[in-house]
């Protein structure tokens, strides 16, 4: 059987090296042709040795099908941000379940309880401050129509 490489060279021998005149790649997850390419489950992965001869005709690709010019698999920065997202996610409920937590007596931590109380109470202070602004600006407003009608 020949390789792809081969067959590849076969096919283009009368163009210049770095000329490709067409690939075909519908359905494939590319993002940056310059330095990645998948090819998974195209007719070209059938020979084992296919990321050889991709490499060797597309000098500036850096990744091939998730992995490297040398085999190995690359691990995008992006997987880790997803990660990182779920770990806050998890954090945010720990402490959810954390506000609630009893002492070794069974009863619950009022220290905690009462700190998460005060900021609660502080914000809808500054809350009812900011309506009652609000509203006050509101009536100067009516105020003033009143007066010129």
Known sequence: MTNTYDLIKEQTKNQQPDEVEEIILDGQKVEKFEDQLYLTNNKVTIDKEYPQGVFALLSTLQILDDKDKDGNEVEYDDE??????????????????????????????????????????????????????????????????????
């Open 80 to 149: 880790d941000e997803d990660d990182d997202e779920v770990d806050e996610y998890e954090s945010d409920d720990e402490d959810e379940l954390d506000e609630g937590a009893d002492d070794d007596d069974g009863n619950e931590d009022e220290e905690e309880c009462d700190e998460d109380d005060d900021d609660q109470d502080e914000a809808e202070e500054e809350e009812d401050e900011e309506d009652d602004e609000e509203q006050e600006e509101q009536n100067n407003t009516q105020k003033k129509k009143v007066k010129k009608d």
